[in-house]
C-alpha cells in the first residue's frame, strides 16, 4: 500500500505580542535574518542596525494547543522623535504567508500600541510589493523612496483606523481565515 506523503503540519492559533522573552527576540532576528538575508538578498548576513537598539520587537506566535511553538513572523517599532513612531521590518516565515492575515495582525498591533504611547504619527517604508496591503489597511503612500536599492512607498497610518491597544505585551490571539495547502 502506497501512502501519500503528509502535508506538513501548520498550526492554526497565533499570539500576536510583544516579544517579552529572550526565545522570541532570537526566533525574531533569526526571521529576519531568513527572509531579509537569505529569502530576499537585501542585506548580507545580517540586517540588524541602530534602530534595533531602541525598536520595540512584535512577534507573531505560533501556538500548539496553549503553549508557545515558535515565531512565524515579526516587525519593529520604534518612537523616532516625540510622537512620531516608525515601524519596519515586517517578515512572516514563508510557511506561514498562506495561512491568514498574520502580516496585517502584526501590522495592527505595532501602529495600535504605539497609538496607546501618544502617537501622533505613523510611518513606513514599505516595499512596492507590499503597498496593496498596507492601503487596505488605511495607510497613504506619502511619496517614494529607494532603500537597499529596491523602490518603497512611505506610507502613513490613518490613526482613526487603530484604537490603542495597551496591553501590548499580551497582544491578542489571531486565527487565520483558512489552512494553508
Not at 548576513?45 to 537598539?53: N, Q
Not at 491568514?100 to 497609538?115: D, Y
Not at 529607494?146 to 482613526?160: C, K, N, Q, T, V
Request: net charge positive.
Amino acid at each position: 500500500m502506497i501512502f501519500d506523503p503528509f502535508k506538513p503540519y501548520i498550526p492554526s492559533d497565533y499570539q500576536v505580542k510583544f516579544a517579552t522573552e529572550a526565545w522570541e527576540r532570537r526566533e525574531a532576528a533569526a526571521l529576519r535574518r531568513a527572509v531579509f538575508c537569505e529569502e530576499q538578498k537585501i542585506f548580507e548576513g545580517d540586517d540588524r542596525d541602530a534602530i534595533d537598539d531602541v525598536a520595540i520587537p512584535i512577534v507573531a506566535v505560533s501556538l500548539m494547543g496553549v503553549v508557545a511553538h515558535q515565531v512565524v513572523g515579526t516587525v519593529r517599532i520604534h518612537e523616532a522623535e516625540p510622537g512620531v513612531w516608525w515601524g519596519s521590518r515586517l517578515a512572516v516565515c514563508r510557511r506561514h504567508r498562506s495561512v491568514g492575515p498574520l502580516g496585517a495582525a502584526l501590522i495592527r498591533l505595532a501602529v495600535s500600541s504605539a497609538n496607546a504611547r501618544g502617537c501622533r504619527r505613523f510611518l513606513a517604508n514599505v516595499q512596492v510589493q507590499n503597498g496593496l496591503l498596507f492601503r487596505r489597511m488605511r495607510w497613504d503612500k506619502t511619496g517614494e523612496i529607494e532603500i537597499e536599492g529596491r523602490p518603497h512607498f512611505r506610507m502613513e497610518a490613518d490613526l482613526s483606523h487603530y484604537p490603542p491597544i495597551v496591553d501590548a505585551a499580551t497582544g491578542f490571539r489571531q486565527v487565520p481565515r483558512k489552512v494553508a495547502a
